[in-house]
């Protein structure tokens, strides 16, 4: 595979170039005060940090300047800098340190592709680390010293140059006459002028001295954040490596968030090498472009608030620069005896961009945007542009991006129509996105930028067919906790995390993320650097994961808090070849201790030959192995110095007990080996340093207790074991970030199953220790109870848990408090059919929960606390039908959809949807509820839907339209009701008439011809008969829309239903007390009658008619028509089964009409109708062709006349 182009662009000041002169002198006049000076650039990702340094690092590097060498170090890569590091002599962060210096220097020629077990010289070989290490700082030394002496050398000369020059003045100056022209009426004041050489200030002639001038040596700490100042210049030696390079000027760019490390004379904070939460910074990489090195990949500049600056002053002289004292080192910073005074830009850097217009900014990025760029938004009287510009806070990170991910989705798209189609998408979804916004609230600290969120969204329409969405959030993971990575590294964590599964070509898999990374990069998303290495945009961290299971969820290994950027539990220097992934070997022999292979790769070689040689491999992955892996003596001659080990979709795999003896693993995955039935209990006493194990898909009934033991485990994943029966006790492990059990269909309990006075009671307890944990998933499982939260004794929160999912845990009864979980996001509980009741506290304290799914549950009240859920986003509730009252939802002004579909008792919903601006969808069909009032206006920007109780849809761009249509639609409905009872003519279709089902395709009804399918047999005759008699007004009339009175409702005998939805059936039905008489017409939903009705609400029926229901499948709850005398159905043409079985069939049942039935074959399924003794049948053979058991219809009642 090809190295991925390094594209050599560079972004310059979008702003007044003076704005851009100015602070950049300003900076360099701080740096070049007397004495040892440090300047820091504060703010938040993608302010401009790094670009503002290449500006400095240019200006103080010109051949009259004072800087004899500027040091660039990108602090994005995580060193492991620690007591125990130097006791032991790990030198390779410290090797990776001074090398780099090296290259800057041009002292090494082999940095980019060579390392230090990497060399090929022979002597190199032969030497001790450390002694290469002390060579290379040599050589560094030794350059910095000739750079030094050249350049006092040459300010010597400039300085004799200028003392010749003074000289020579003075002595001119001596000899002029004291009054050349005579002229003796001269001001005293001039005479001493002409007599004097003209004299210079005071402060320029000192600057100007020999002594006054001394070179500096300019150190650049870029990014830093992932590594620390305090950790370059102490625990790698840095300051003491450069003590004889004085007056030293250091150049600090920090993200925001990092300002405050710790203070001197104090430790640094202590780092866990695998718990790194140290923020990595902007990775805007602007290093000097030296002779061998690549130039920087998309260097942009970004912007952000800044850090407030008290009596900032946005005149940019330097007397006007806030030094803050005491912000960061307190007033004087000391690295041994150096005293360093600090001084702080923040604000400053954001003035350069905003004056820019916003369509030279976009023109200045993007050459050819499309033209609806230009047209005028809908929500402001601007162009798109200009909106973009404003929502993006002028933040020129957040229009890179979103330049280039335009750019991208349209680049490929030459067919016109398809164009037009993207661009109607993708204008809707900026129009969306922008409207999306939130108005300041202190629930998060920092707000998703709505152009970063608008590039996150396009990328999601992204049209390769592959996990694209998943490896960018990985990136943005593996960067806060390893930094910078490596493309090939970058790319086989994605194959690692399984985003490629099933890997059975680790070459289409390796070449897959390639094209990913690629389209990444394309996009801003991804930045590559000098080097080939891959750094995220980290302005990017700020856009919220809005998937269900996250990151975290999506992932196998969670690899890179295990690596957390420690070389030593890396993957090492790796290379895709012959397909598989594999170490570097600059020779044939060089060991290997890394390898990624699937099963179609190992069956052409012999296994015991092809790892006779891997005696050193830490890192193995096996996909999709197609040969027992565990041969005789694979354990014992390759394994024993594993560090990770991956073995995925391996059918033949029976057994693991050979891996026990591993004791150096890190990390496990065994997954998809469904002949795997049993992991003996002390499995894992061995493995004590596991950090990540992940089983799935196995048989196994029991998880090994000896879980139990692994202190330092991240990650724990059962998913998907059916058969599991029992949990390890995890309460104790407190590193825990993911506990995932889901798919443990056969899980009960996730306490102690165990019997008898042995039984632990606190097992599994409490999980009020898991301060780490962010995911908890038992979904699919059968759990009664989950572990409580909390300590009685401690009113402490578990923050971190941001997502808790039980979905279909169809046991579940009763939940624990859930107050403690004050983070969390989504609370997913659908399915869990058995959960009738939620605690009140539950919704105390969720500030930051977005979705709430409580759908499928049988919860019969809502906890009146859900009016605290202020940032709650979707609150779906589908199919609780024991749901009656929705309490007071009002204040929920962040809501953007409700569902209450299917939540066939739900009668009232509290309160209004007036002031829910940004609601988008509400679903109300299958309930009993009048439609709450509409919101007033409209922040969103997006399509509008609303569905009835009725199930009618209501679609469109403004609430205040939607609102319009439905009352239009209602009152429609009822004059139209009104006419059909009013005067209707009933006749019968001819023979050659269409046929309902030629009317009915793809269930576009064309209503005019059915209406005239009313048979006039005694039957109809009878019936109609009462509805036109003189006691018409006992007949209660139904149609969608209109509200009959609940006491005449319950006392009705006789019953029309025209043009009803089938819930609207079912609730009036519900609401009669005993109903003698029923007419169903033209109800174009219905597939199966009196669903849904209460059985004691049909035992009175003795007639009923049905006509033009032409989605009717089967006439339900038939056992509860126990009066059922008569029964008429016409038009009906997917009707098979009048009822389902013989247990549904009434008795009471004489007589039966059916036409235009043509799909209906019996009454009963499985019986033939001369079964039936007692049943009269009158069925049209013509119509009804496929009817077995013929009673002839009499046709001699059924003329027209009558």
Known sequence: MAEPEIKKVSFEPTGPKKKVEELCESIVKTLESDGNQKVILVGEAGIGKTWMAKKVDEHVSKKDGLCYQTIWLHLNKKFKVNDSYVANKLYEDEWTLYENIASQLCVHSDFEETEVGDRDEEEEEQKKVEVLLEDMKKNIKEELRKKLKAKLEKLAEEDEKKAKKLAGEKSEAVKKPKNPLGNTNQPAGEKEKLAKPEEKPAEEEKKNTPSARKPYLLLILDDEGMTSEEEVMVHLGLEYFLQNHTPRKILITRREANKKPAQAGGEAEERNESDSNVEGEDVDSGGRSEPGDAATNNEEITEATGEEVKGKDTNLDVNTVTTTTGELWGDTFCHGKLEIHPTTFSEELLEPFSDKDPEDLFHSFFNDFPDFLLEKSHVRDVTLISHLAEKSKNLPAGIVVLVKSLEYTFQNTSDQSSRKEKETLVKEMIERVLTAEREENDIKPHKENPVLLLAYELLTISELNLPIVDCFWHSLDFFEHCGSVYYRDLITQWILEGYFDPVRSVEKAYQDGHVILMELVDRGLLKIQENNVVVPEMAMRNVIDPRRRGHLGTSRLGFSRVYGGNKKKGIGKITQIDDMIKTVQAKKADKIFTLLVSGDRLRRVTLTKFFKEMVDLEVLGLFVPTLDPFFE???????????????????????????????????????????????????????????????????????????????????LIIRDCPLLEDLPDIQELKLLEVVDISGARGLQTCFDNTKGVKKNKSKNKNFYHLKRLQLLDFSESQIERLPIFQDSAVADELHSVTRLLLRDCSKLRRLPSLKPLSGLQILDLSGTTSLVEMLEVCFEDKKELKTLNLSGTNLSELATTIEELSSLNELLLRNCTNLEVLPNISKLMNLEVIDVSGCTKLHTIVGSFEDMSYLREVNLSGTKVKTPELPKETKFRCPKLITLADGTSFKGEEWSQIKKNTESEKSEKASSSNANFESREIKEIEPNEPRASDSSSNGDVIKEPLLQVLINRPLFKTTLSIFDSASQQEVMKINETNEPGEEALANAEFVSFVDCSSSRITSILN????????????????????????????????????????????????????????????????????????????????????????????????????????????????????????????????????
């Not at 049909?1098 to 126990?1122: A, R, V, W």
């Open 633 to 715: 003596g694979f354990s014992e001659r390759c394994c024993k110095l594993l560090r990770v080990l991956i073995i995925r979709d391996c059918d033949l795999l029976k057994d693991i007990e050979q891996l026990k003896h591993l004791h150096g693993l890190h990390a496990l995955e065994v997954s998809g080996a469904s002949s795997l039935k049993k992991i003996s209990d002390d499995f894992f006493k061995t493995l004590s340093k596991l950090q990540s194990l992940h089983l799935s898909g196995l048989q196994i009934t029991s998880s090994p207790s000896s879980i139990s033991q692994l202190e330092d485990l991240h990650c």
């Open 1071 to 1202: 609401k009669i007390n005993s109903v003698k008489s029923c007419w169903v017409r033209m109800c174009m939903d219905t597939k199966m009658l009196f669903s849904g009705v209460d059985e004691e609400r049909l035992g009175s029926l003795e007639t009923l008619s049905i006509t033009n229901l032409p989605l009717l499948e089967t006439i339900s709850c038939g056992g509860s028509l126990k009066s059922l005398k008569e029964l008429s159905i016409e038009c009906c043409p997917n009707i098979i089964t009048l009822f389902p079985d013989a247990t549904q069939l009434p008795s009471s049942l004489k007589d039966l009409h059916a036409k235009y039935c043509e799909k209906l074959e019996n009454v009963i399924g499985g019986v033939d109708s001369s079964a039936l003794t007692n049943l009269q049948e009158r069925v049209d053979e013509k119509t009804c062709p496929k009817f077995k058991d013929w009673i002839m219809v009499d046709h001699s009642d059924a003329s027209p006349q009558d």
